[in-house]
């Protein structure tokens, strides 16, 4: 599984390379779409890879940072090639909401709002989180489909 992750994330980072080089001042939108992406997927190895419940929270954060900006990126897209324009106003209340998510996803090692209990166990030679979810674990959900919704109303419009 660790193997699958590391694959994963050497692909996305030479992606997040490319995109860099060739798209950098065209589209920075997909250079931060290639960019979360990248750090979701560092998360999720360095998780896989860890040895202490420490060092797999940490990483886990880390993969949560990406994760929540994704969908952010993927609006901004949808909307570019749909000719619809996003106020910066707006783009800077949506990042903002993706910051405050992610301060709640990653509360998990001071507080119990998101995860009520935590430990990590071994499952086909790759840490995992072994999780009981707190009572603010249903925002992030509401969060994606709350993204989904947007980009779905973005294609019909």
């Given at each position: 599984?660790?193997?699958?992750?590391?694959?994963?994330?050497?692909?996305?980072?030479?992606?997040?390379?490319?995109?860099?080089?060739?798209?950098?001042?065209?589209?920075?939108?997909?250079?931060?779409?290639?960019?979360?992406?990248?750090?979701?997927?560092?998360?999720?190895?360095?998780?896989?890879?860890?040895?202490?419940?420490?060092?797999?929270?940490?990483?886990?954060?880390?993969?949560?940072?990406?994760?929540?900006?994704?969908?952010?990126?993927?609006?901004l897209i949808i909307a570019s090639?749909?000719?619809?324009?996003?106020?910066?106003?707006?783009?800077?209340?949506?990042?903002?909401?993706?910051?405050?998510?992610?301060?709640?996803?990653?509360?998990?090692?001071?507080?119990?709002?998101?995860?009520?209990?935590?430990?990590?166990?071994?499952?086909?030679?790759?840490?995992?989180?072994?999780?009981?979810?707190?009572?603010?674990?249903?925002?992030?959900?509401?969060?994606?489909?709350?993204?989904?919704?947007?980009?779905?109303?973005?294609?019909?419009?």
């Open positions: 599984m660790s193997l699958c992750y590391g694959i994963l994330f050497a692909v996305s980072l030479l992606l997040d390379v490319i995109c860099g080089v060739l798209y950098k001042k065209k589209n920075p939108i997909l250079l931060g779409l290639f960019t979360s992406l990248t750090i979701t997927n560092f998360g999720y190895f360095f998780l896989s890879l860890s040895s202490s419940i420490n060092s797999a929270m940490l990483f886990n954060s880390i993969a949560y940072l990406g994760s929540v900006f994704l969908p952010l990126f993927m609006l090639l749909s000719d619809l324009k996003i106020s910066k106003k707006l783009i800077i209340c949506l990042a903002g909401l993706s910051l405050i998510v992610f301060i709640i996803a990653s509360s998990g090692w001071y507080s119990d709002v998101y995860y009520k209990t935590v430990e990590i166990a071994t499952v086909n030679n790759a840490t995992v989180l072994v999780k009981t979810y707190g009572p603010l674990h249903p925002i992030y959900k509401g969060y994606i489909i709350t993204y989904l919704l947007a980009m779905i109303g973005t294609i019909i419009y």
